[in-house]
Structures are given as structure tokens and as C-alpha cells.
């Protein structure tokens, strides 16, 4: 697909500007600017601008089996995070697990942990970034999208 999408622009530019092919370089720009040779959509500034996601969690989002005791929580992003800054927020005191270490981050800057403890039977709600709590952002400075993960413990 990647060496595809190069040809069409080589053709391009080597049959010169007729009509039909300034419509087709334009849709094949398109079609680079919404990613598929990892190029990213930027402002007209230039500035990388889509927010990172959560892809995954450990537990599972909405698992009503989890097992009680030390854990590490554990966040997947859809892109790299800037270190230093986390947002694990609490819904109230009782549904959030007992902190019991420090929040890292790994060194592909996707996975973000949080050593906690589970009591047993208890319902959980992890904020990952809110409207004002916002520490998880991209290299980019871009707000990851606020998640709520849920969870409960046999």
C-alpha cells in the first residue's frame, strides 16, 4: 500500500497538471494527512493535534471477577505519553483502590502502572485523566481523552 501510494504521486508529478490529475493528488494527500503511511493530522499551525486514547486496561474495563489483593493497574495508550505527569483520579475515597507504590510509566511511554490494593467485594472507579485532572498528554502536549475504568473484586 505504502509503495502504491508513492507511485501514484511520482506518476503525478511527472505527467504534469492536467485536470484529472490535480482532483487525484489531492485525494491521495488526503488519504496520506488521515494516516495510512503514519503521518499525523496536524492543525493549520502544523501542530499534531488528535488526543491519545485508552486502548486497554488491566483489570479490564468493567471485570466483576477481579481478583483482591496487591495488583499493579495497568493503562495502554494509542500513542506515547510526555513523563512526569499522571492523572489517576477518584470518583470518592471508597472507590478508588489504596495507592501502595508510585505511578511509573514504561519506556515505550504507552503503559502507565499504578501498584494499588484491592479489598475484596468492593466496586472500583478509576478516573485516567478528567475535564480538570489532566496529566496524561501525548509528546505533543495533546490531553488524553478522559476514561473511566470500572471494576469489581470477588
Known amino acids: ?8 504521486i511520482s506518476t503525478l508529478f511527472n505527467r504534469g497538471r492536467n485536470e484529472n490529475c490535480t482532483c487525484f493528488f ?8 488521515n494516516g495510512p503511511m503514519g503521518i499525523a493530522p496536524t492543525s493549520a499551525a502544523g501542530a499534531y493535534t488528535i488526543p491519545p486514547t485508552v486502548v486497554s486496561t488491566f483489570p479490564v474495563n468493567g471485570d466483576q471477577a477481579v481478583e483482591s489483593g ?8 494509542s500513542e506515547p505519553m510526555k513523563k512526569g505527569h499522571q492523572s489517576w483520579a477518584q470518583a ?5 483502590p489504596k495507592v501502595d507504590g508510585m505511578p511509573a510509566l514504561d ?10 490494593i484491592l479489598k475484596p467485594n468492593t466496586e472500583y472507579v478509576v478516573f485516567i485523566n478528567t475535564k480538570d485532572l489532566d496529566g496524561f498528554r501525548d509528546r505533543a502536549g495533546n ?9 469489581k473484586t470477588k
Open 70 to 77: 496487591a495488583m499493579v493497574m495497568k493503562v495502554t495508550f
Open 1 to 8: 500500500m505504502i509503495a502504491l501510494e508513492i507511485g501514484l
Open 143 to 151: 490531553q488524553a481523552t478522559p476514561y473511566k475504568l470500572t471494576f
Open 26 to 33: 489531492a485525494s491521495a494527500m488526503f488519504l496520506f494527512a
Open 92 to 96: 470518592t475515597t471508597e472507590s478508588f
Open 107 to 116: 519506556e515505550t511511554g504507552t503503559v502507565a502502572t499504578l501498584p494499588v
